[in-house]
T-cell receptor, first 113, second 114 residues
Framework: GNSVTQMEGPVTLSEEAFLTINCTYTATGYPSLFWYVQYPGEGLQLLLKATKADDKGSNKGFEATYRKETTSFHLEKGSVQVSDSAVYFCALSPGGATNKLIFGTGTLLAVQP | EPEVTQTPSHQVTQMGQEVILRCVPISNHLYFYWYRQILGQKVEFLVSFYNNEISEKSEIFDDQFSVERPDGSNFTLKIRSTKLEDSAMYFC????????????FGQGTRLTVV
């Protein structure tokens, strides 16, 4: 079946630290992979996506590379800011007519000044 | 910027009561979804809706749940007889096409069943 596993939080970092949030997946076929972010009091927003192996998604300084050989899609940022504090969700879409999303549990990131 | 809006933001209901969660998807979107997140657990797919009918539903989406698009703008999730375990954050989402385009999510409705 299809599933997503991401590292548990909370992750607490100082401003300008390097961030990695691990995400691995299990899927049949060729899924698309996503990172969504939820800022306090807001809905889920797409942060970045990759639709095939070796694609790199990037946005707002965040990056993630679709690694088929390790079934991973780790989120990285070189220098986090306080404003990056949020919950980050890794997700996959197995495709098909509905294109539903299958999410991980979410990782809370807290960045301290 | 267009957005998905959900009402109410928080709903408290007694066990056994019916609740209706409301969503207004983005106007030119064709695919609509409900997800839920029980506190501390994964965001789970409930149901997808296209062309005025359910296109897929999860095993969570049993006979107690129903969805409707009553007037071409609202998209509702009804829970007929709520149980304590229905307490969760419910997210509505919409997508313009069935290709790999972004799904836009609402802010969620926190449902508390007491």
């Amino acid at each position: 079946g299809n599933s997503v596993t991401q590292m548990e939080g909370p992750v607490t970092l100082s401003e300008e630290a390097f961030l990695t949030i691990n995400c691995t997946y299990t899927a049949t076929g060729y899924p698309s992979l996503f990172w969504y972010v939820q800022y306090p009091g807001e809905g889920l927003q797409l942060l970045l996506k990759a639709t095939k192996a070796d694609d790199k998604g990037s946005n707002k300084g965040f990056e993630a590379t679709y690694r088929k050989e390790t079934t991973s899609f780790h989120l990285e940022k070189g220098s986090v800011q306080v404003s990056d504090s949020a919950v980050y969700f890794c997700a996959l879409s197995p495709g098909g007519a509905t294109n539903k999303l299958i999410f991980g549990t979410g990782t809370l990131l807290a960045v301290q000044p | 910027e267009p957005e998905v809006t959900q009402t109410p933001s928080h709903q408290v209901t007694q066990m056994g009561q019916e609740v209706i969660l409301r969503c207004v998807p983005i106007s030119n979107h064709l695919y609509f979804y409900w997800y839920r997140q029980i506190l501390g657990q994964k965001v789970e797919f409930l149901v997808s809706f296209y062309n005025n009918e359910i296109s897929e539903k999860s095993e969570i989406f049993d006979d107690q749940f129903s969805v409707e698009r009553p007037d071409g703008s609202n998209f509702t999730l009804k829970i007929r007889s709520t149980k304590l375990e229905d307490s969760a954050m419910y997210f509505c989402a919409s997508r313009r096409t069935d290709q790999n385009t972004e799904a836009f999510f609402g802010q969620g409705t926190r449902l508390t069943v007491v």
